[in-house]
């Protein structure tokens, strides 16, 4: 998938410059699948079978001139369950002159759920009671994803991404979700966000998810936070009152909040990274880093960086049976006595349960 940043666009100039796609798509071995257009946002995306993100480049420069402005690549199924549709819209009607004029813009606002770890949760309520509230919850979430025209994504966390075209619905769908799930032991947190299929990151919807993942992070228990974009977009009715646990981000917070979490992204795994390294890295003072970490997570800098190296030891547990000695290194930690004593407090269990219970 590629996006053009184009000022001015507009739908039939794209569909013409498709249809000059199409006429010398098979000189480089492509299938020019559809596009998506946005005149307000001045963007256009193109959906393509490539053998290589230079043949989409030596396609679209032949057929027209414009040179994609970034190239990802892509899943059709992932596509599909995001965008919903691979392929031009069904509606889409040729006209006399053989072209197939649309407008249909590729942002979209995700939802993201996560929820309680099952591992954790198994430890607490045991094996059949965390299997039914987990089983019961995800049919709440997913009738719910239905009455609401939300699609949901496939995700590999512990929890749902879902996809909207209307911000309403999503926070809607999220409000109704918070309602029916009253447990405190699902530990669901919600996100909602809006954006574009490529941005900075190679991953679909990849900044978009990053950002709604760290809205996740410092959310509260059966809270729900949106960030300013879909606010803006959304009925103001959902705003007008107090609503119970429904809190909207500014973009000065959105900025900290991806400013503080892509920091740590870089630096966690360094042992010597400590909150003096932070504050140089984030460019505040030590009181100022204090006061605004508080302000918009409710936890200090210090707190902040070893609860997140505990959920990337958590991950890493995930992924392979490592050692505990190996999982204390890897996730930034000094020693494990250390790590094992900060893993107990924060989750309740030693490390070691924790990966026993993962077999």
């Not at 990802?72 to 599909?80: G, N």
């Not at 009671?129 to 025209?149: F, Q, T, V």
């Not at 190296?309 to 996730?331: G, H, N, W």
Request: proline share 4%.
């Amino acid at each position: 998938m590629d996006v053009h940043i184009v000022p001015g666009v507009k739908a039939r100039a794209v569909a013409e410059a498709h249809h000059k796609d199409l006429l010398h798509q098979d000189e480089f071995e492509c299938k020019c699948m559809t596009y998506w257009i946005d005149e307000e946002r001045e963007n256009v995306f193109c959906l393509i079978d490539a053998p290589s993100k230079e043949a989409v480049e030596e396609l679209h420069g032949k057929a027209h001139g414009l040179i994609p402005n970034r190239i990802i690549e892509v899943s059709p199924d992932l596509v599909s369950s995001f965008l919903g549709r691979i392929y031009d819209p069904e509606d889409a009607a040729t006209g006399s002159d053989g072209l197939k004029v649309f407008a249909d813009p590729s942002f979209r606002i995700l939802l993201m759920i996560e929820m309680a770890d099952p591992v954790l949760l198994q430890y607490k309520l045991g094996r059949d009671k965390a299997y039914e509230l987990l089983n019961y919850n995800n049919n709440i979430i997913r009738s719910n994803l239905a009455r609401h025209s939300g699609t949901e994504v496939e995700y590999g966390g512990t929890g749902f991404i879902a996809s909207f075209v209307s911000a309403s619905k999503a926070v809607s769908c999220a409000l109704a979700i918070q309602k029916e799930i009253q447990q405190d032991e699902a530990g669901i947190k919600i996100a909602i966000n809006g954006g574009e299929p490529v941005e900075k990151s190679n991953n679909l919807f990849g900044d978009t998810l990053q950002l709604a993942a760290y809205m996740c992070a410092i959310t509260g228990n059966r809270q729900i936070m949106v960030s300013a974009a879909v606010r803006g977009l959304a009925s103001k009715d959902h705003f007008q009152t107090k609503t119970s646990g429904l809190t909207a981000m500014t973009p000065q917070d959105e900025v900290l909040l991806a400013s503080l979490f892509g920091k740590l992204e870089e630096k966690w795994q360094e042992a010597e990274f400590d909150v003096e390294d932070y504050c140089k890295v984030m460019a505040m003072s030590k009181s100022q880093l204090y006061r605004k970490t508080v302000q918009l997570t409710g936890l200090s800098p210090n707190i902040l960086l070893k609860e997140f190296r505990l959920e990337k030891a958590k991950e890493l547990m995930r992924k392979k049976p490592y050692s505990i000695s190996q999982i204390t290194f890897d996730s930034g930690f000094s020693s494990p006595s250390y790590f094992t004593k900060c893993f107990k407090k924060k989750f309740g269990l030693l490390p070691m349960a924790y990966l026993e219970l993962l077999q």
